[in-house]
């Protein structure tokens, strides 16, 4: 099989690249990300990846950078969700980061971002003759597998390309070590405007989770 892959950063490659190696013919990247935001750090990810990729020899192109379309196809339902999520100000005594993030609504709004991506990766991947197309996104705990499976079988069959669904989480872990041994940049957010917001919520809750549990830990010692 010629298998294009999907991929939005160097550091969520790595595993993907390897293990579906083992079964394709032949294997190159596709950087599609217009969710990015700002554009400096679309150039640094895509920088990232194009430097491993030419450490491995992997065949990487990327498509035009166009947050503008971002903007009309994903953002008014992400700006329409803000009310509901705690994350972004909405009275809340959320108990995990699940309720935190409102991810049952957050979801509709990440749907639509792989909608967008991976029907630009399969349109890429129809048109020079790969034959099936699959995404790094699946290595990340942090996505919506279901949805971004859907979505990758609803870019790939109208083109009659094989969706290439995977589930990598269990190697999230070996992907974290593998990238910091290699000094890769990791990012601290997963990409669009929205996700800037919720990581520094995400961040602000876990450590005021772990102050409130060192605190009753102290009573009751």
Known sequence: MKLLLHACCGPCALMPLRLLAEDADEIAVFYSNSNIA?????????DELQRYCGTQGIPVQRDAYDPNEWEAKVAPVGESLKAYSPAFGAESSAASVQELLDDERRSERCRLCYRMRLQKAAAFAAREGFDGL??????????FATEMDEELARACEPLGLVPVIRDFRPYYREATALSRELGMYRQNYCGCRFSVAEAEATRAFIKAQRKARKAAKHERE
């Open 38 to 46: 700002p554009e400096a750090e679309y150039e640094r990810r895509w």
């Open 134 to 143: 699959a995404s790094s996104l699946a290595v990340s705990p942090y996505q």
